[in-house]
């Protein structure tokens, strides 16, 4: 292993003289397919992780199910403390752990050590929540009667995840979750199993420390086949499903036709509007970051781009002038940006997008091809997924073709140019994804209609605020084929329980509601 990976691994107690357990429930075990962490800035294969058998996983199910029926007894302000002693051994390890996400997933060392503050963060929220979660009491017609709502631990929820946040989004989840007195099964990316591996020996020690089956936050490692049968698994009350929309379709369905609870947050294909009067000294850099940030593999990145006819020439030379100041490098480096995309196949995809863009007629105004290997060899990178975050200009804006209505994950931006607000605002909301959305205006009167019925659709609605980088306060998730899922903050926890409405009557009498009589 080379030092740069081996000191990273080391500092997290991940040994890889052998092949690493992918699944834990309670112990550590997992006999099944061997799936290997390649580094995707240099093609370094960084070990070799055993995943689930389906006996294991089914195993590991069970325990989950026992687990839970202890934990949900435990008070919910002493499950809020196990979440502080979470919360306290993960900013313990906040450097370490950022930089195994940087190494393995490939974005930049300062996202990758944001990512795991986002767990720290929405940690403290549960630890706060534990002692929030309040049901209601609500007037009753009958006399000497009440009626309370009241919520109480669901089960188990299966947690399956994207490689794009392989600590945060399983971070959202599992704080919410626990609070709510669940215990939780996590399937994350086969592509990102050391993210998992080391999350979840950091949250079973302070379990164990605490006596709390290990089971209340299990890991089970492995491919499609995994997921799928977490996904129908009975054992499991709700799925929580972060990924791509064709992935989430059949999610979805079949959770469904179990009528258990499911939560999907899929693609996004989020736009940023350009207003005459917008502070442009702030909406390039931000579009720069939504476009690039992540290499353009963010859930939220933006990946359309509606300017004001009157702006839109001052704007793209300022902004191809940012991208033209790019250096591709090894994330892990202070100064680098731009990191690679995350596998081979995603390089595969961009370049594919980027045909269709040239053979329909698009102006590349900036990119379009993956770097010059030998430039990329002078670093030492020729093995990694280096390709030019691109800037693209459709001959014409029309939402109904695949170029404007498809999620590529990759670093391409697609620019239109409107005359008027409601047109921008139609191509907004145009596509089937509903996850982000950002105007940039100082005129109030453009807010109003934004945030407003007659405005953008989508779950999150930013105004002088780039598509991307969403805090854990608000509820997280986005309409239509994004799926309608809300995660981390808001009222998000309420899907976490089972509500029980509840009418209790302390009187001495069993009147019916609504006055029936049925007294004959
Ligand atoms: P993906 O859909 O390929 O995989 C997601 C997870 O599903 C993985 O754990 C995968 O192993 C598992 N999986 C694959 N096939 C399955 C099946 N048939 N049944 C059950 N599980 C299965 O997604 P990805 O490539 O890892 O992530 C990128 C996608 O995730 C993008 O579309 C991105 O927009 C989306 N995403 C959305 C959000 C959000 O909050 N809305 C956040 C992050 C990523």
Same mark, same amino acid.
């Given at each position: ?74 008070? &919910? ?13 993960? @900013? ?20 990758? #050590? ?8 929405? *940690? ?9 979660? +309040?049901?209601? #009491? ?29 600590? @945060? ?9 626990? %609070? %709510?007195? +669940? ?25 164990? !420390? ?6 209340? @936050? ?27 929309? @064709? ?38 850099? %931000? ?24 702006? %839109? ?30 596998? !081979? &196949? ?38 990694? +997924? ?23 994950? &990759? ?12 047109? &921008?605002?139609?191509?907004? +909301? ?18 109003? !209609? ?41 009222? *998000? ?22 006055? #029936?009589?049925?007294?004959?």
């Amino acid at each position: 292993l080379s030092t740069r990976a081996s000191t990273i691994l080391s500092a997290l107690e991940i040994s890889t003289s052998k092949e690493i357990s992918g699944v834990y429930d309670g112990t550590w075990k997992g006999t099944g397919d061997i799936v290997e962490s390649v580094c995707p800035t240099t093609g370094e294969i960084l070990a070799r992780v055993q995943s689930a058998t389906p006996k294991e996983l089914q195993d590991a199910l069970e325990s989950t199910r026992e687990a839970y029926e202890l934990f949900r007894n435990v008070p &919910a302000p002493r499950r809020g403390e196990l979440l502080r002693q979470i919360r306290e051994a993960l @900013a313990a390890k906040r450097e370490e752990l950022g930089a195994l996400v940087s190494l393995e997933m490939g974005k930049i060392r300062t996202e990758g #050590v944001g990512e795991v503050q986002e767990f720290i963060d929405i *940690a403290d929220y549960g630890v706060g929540l534990s002692r929030m979660m +309040n049901g209601r #009491v609500v007037a009753s017609e009958r006399p000497g009667h009440s009626i309370l709502e009241v919520p109480n631990p669901l089960g188990v929820v299966g947690v399956l995840s994207a490689f794009n946040f392989p600590v @945060a989004v399983y971070g959202w989840n599992l704080s919410l979750s626990l %609070a %709510a007195g +669940n215990a939780t099964i996590w399937k994350p990316s086969p592509s990102t199993p050391l993210c998992s591996v080391a999350v979840t020996k950091i949250i079973s020690c302070v379990l164990e !420390k605490n006596g709390i089956p290990g089971a209340v @936050a299990g890991l089970v490692i492995g491919g499609k086949e995994i997921g799928e049968a977490v996904v129908e698994s009975e054992h499991v009350d709700m799925v929580s499903f972060t990924g791509s929309e @064709a992935v989430g379709r059949q999610v979805g369905k079949v959770v469904q036709t179990r009528f258990g609870k499911v939560l999907l947050e899929l693609g996004g294909n989020n736009a940023a509007i350009v207003m005459p009067d917008a502070d442009l000294s702030l909406a390039v850099p %931000a579009v720069f970051f939504g476009a690039v940030g992540t290499a353009g593999q963010r859930c939220t990145s933006t990946r359309r781009l509606y300017l004001h006819r009157s702006i %839109a020439p001052e704007f793209l030379s300022k902004l191809k002038s940012l991208y033209a100041s790019l250096i591709p490098g090894d994330p892990l480096h202070p100064n680098t940006l731009l990191g690679p995309l995350h596998t !081979k &196949a995603a390089v595969g995809i961009y370049s594919s997008a980027i045909e269709r863009l040239k053979s329909s007629g698009a102006e590349i105004l900036f990119g379009g091809n993956v770097y010059d290997q030998d430039l990329l060899r002078k670093t030492g990178l020729e093995g990694g +997924n280096f390709v030019t975050p691109t800037i693209a200009i459709p001959t014409k804006v029309n939402v109904k073709d695949d170029i404007w209505r498809t999620e590529t994950f &990759a670093p391409v931006l697609t620019v239109g140019v409107f005359d008027e607000l409601e047109e &921008a605002i139609s191509w907004n +909301n145009g596509v089937p994804q509903g996850l982000s959305s950002s105007l940039w205006t100082r005129d109030l009167r453009n807010l109003g !209609k934004w945030i407003g019925p007659e405005g953008s659709d989508t779950g999150i609605v930013n105004v002088n605020v780039g598509t991307s980088g969403a805090e854990i306060g608000a509820a997280f998730g986005g309409n239509k084929t994004t799926g309608w899922g809300r995660e981390s903050g808001g009222d *998000a926890w309420k899907q976490y329980v089972r509500w029980s409405a509840c009418t209790i009557n302390f009187s001495d009498a069993a009147p019916l509601a609504q006055g #029936v009589d049925f007294s004959g």
